[in-house]
């Protein structure tokens, strides 16, 4: 292992991916190991301003391209909930404003989806709330956007609405129903003739069975086509409480397993101990969220996270699957603890990282920022998954005019939502950006308050 100075003054600034927010690391950063600088290989072809957005607060906003057509869900500075939609070959937007508005709660972000038929599908603002669903009763039509059910059972407390597609380019629907610390997970299916929802699953995914819930990461599709899931179960609204990192796979999202194929019942539960990767105990460090997905060259999932080790201290870990069981690699020596607790959406807790990359063959890295040690970045010898002192080419995955603020109110932070849809056009990729303080546990803030800020589009293409 290796020891790291500590040093303090670093930068941050906060990205969304439409429905989750993810911490990346600008600025001062301390790289662990040296590091060649370089341009970021995008240059901005083009900058759209489509609203004025509250700033007061974080939540997650939504971007989606078709072929045709470019679709953004935000809160306008009124708070009430905005579609935009423009014409790919038009700078024109059109606006629809629906039926619902946010509080303070950073939980509530907005997602989307575009179903075969061309509808669009929409969700958020709902932290433990009844369902909050919209679609087009015309393709590509924003004007008709209707609220309406879905099956209409255990739809009253619902957070955490996501779209996704199945292996057979189904559209599904999850979200947890119930609140933190007591939550099941519930899939539904579209059908496109009947333009209807119904249950996925019998029974729910998960099952805290009345004493925890699980805060989940995915399920997202691997490259050896297996659909991943990771998650942390919690006892309570407490964040302290996360316990458990757990993993299973699916091909169908119906029929799940262990990573070494063992079969396993649904609902999944605690006592499914077939799918524990690391039986970290409540108390144990981990906060839900902080678990991060990746693969390696043999397409092996590789989970990092963050726990206390044996003498307190914070670590950063990854487990990856080894000769037929989790193998827990310790990736840090920190000398430092990291306490943490309370509920609401917390924000910086002292510790965040990210998930890997690849650095160049057989190398990954990732980066982390701590409140003691600062930011850095590790780079991680794919084999052995033992940090090495190497000097890698670091390129920016945007160009340097998208990190500087706009806004001198302080504790103002850089937000952005990538596009989850597909162009079709490879050599255009699009980015939503703006600025807004941190969260708040969920709660007002008193004034003064930094006036609402420019919700911008980036048009990016290669240098």
């Excluded at 341009?39 to 700033?55: D, F, G, Q």
């Excluded at 669009?120 to 609220?147: C, Q």
């Amino acid at each position: 292992m290796f020891g790291i100075r500590k040093l303090t003054n670093t930068m941050i600034s906060l990205t969304t991916k439409c429905a989750a927010i993810f911490v990346i690391l600008t600025g001062t950063v301390n790289f662990a190991f040296a590091a060649d600088k370089a341009e970021s290989e995008l240059k901005v072809e083009k900058v759209m301003e489509i609203a004025e957005v509250p700033a007061g607060f974080r939540v997650g906003f939504c971007l989606l391209t078709t072929q045709e057509i470019q679709y953004v869900a935000y809160y306008d500075a009124q708070r009430r909930m905005t579609i935009a939609l423009r014409a790919l070959d038009s700078d024109k937007w059109q606006y629809q404003v629906l039926p619902s508005e946010v509080g303070w709660d950073s939980h509530n972000y907005i997602t989307m989806a575009v179903d075969d038929d061309g509808h669009l599908h929409v969700s958020g603002n709902m932290h433990a709330e009844p369902l909050i669903y919209f679609r087009t009763e015309k393709p590509g039509d924003i004007s008709t956007l209707k609220g309406v059910p879905m099956t209409g059972e255990n739809e009253q407390r619902c957070t955490y609405p996501k779209f996704m597609r199945d292996g057979s380019n189904r559209l599904l629907f999850h979200y947890r129903d119930g609140g933190s610390g007591d939550g099941n997970e519930i899939y539904n299916v579209y059908d496109l003739k009947t333009k209807m929802w119904k249950r996925l699953l019998d029974k729910p995914l998960t099952d805290g069975q009345g004493k925890m819930n699980a805060y989940m990461q995915g399920p997202s599709r691997g490259p050896d086509g297996w659909f991943h899931l990771v998650w942390v179960w919690r006892d309570t609204p407490d964040c302290a409480t996360n316990h458990h990192l757990s993993h299973a796979r699916s091909k169908d999202l119906i029929h799940w397993e262990s990573v070494f194929g063992e079969s396993v019942e649904l609902p999944l539960t605690l006592d499914e101990n077939k799918l524990w990767v690391d039986p970290v105990p409540s108390g144990g460090g981990m906060i839900n969220g902080g678990q991060k997905l990746n693969f390696d060259s043999e397409s092996r999932p590789i989970i990092t996270y963050h726990k206390s080790d044996a003498d307190g201290n914070m670590q950063i870990y990854a487990a990856r699957p080894e000769d037929g069981e989790w193998t827990i690699h310790k990736l840090t020596d920190w000398s430092e603890p990291v306490k943490f607790s309370g509920g609401g959406t917390m924000g910086f807790i002292g510790i965040t990282i990210s998930g890997l990359s690849r650095a160049e063959a057989g190398t990954l890295t990732m980066t982390y920022r701590h409140r003691d040690y600062g930011s850095g970045r590790l780079v991680i010898d794919e084999k052995t998954m033992r940090p090495v002192k190497k000097e890698i080419k670091v390129v920016p995955e945007y160009p340097e005019e998208l990190n500087t603020l706009q806004s001198d109110f302080e504790g103002m932070e850089i937000r952005r939502a990538g596009d989850i849809g597909d162009s079709h056009n490879d050599a255009v990729s699009y980015i939503l950006q703006w600025e807004t303080l941190g969260a708040n546990r969920d709660r007002p803030r008193q004034p003064p308050l930094p006036e609402p800020s420019k919700l911008r589009l980036y048009k990016l293409t290669p240098r």
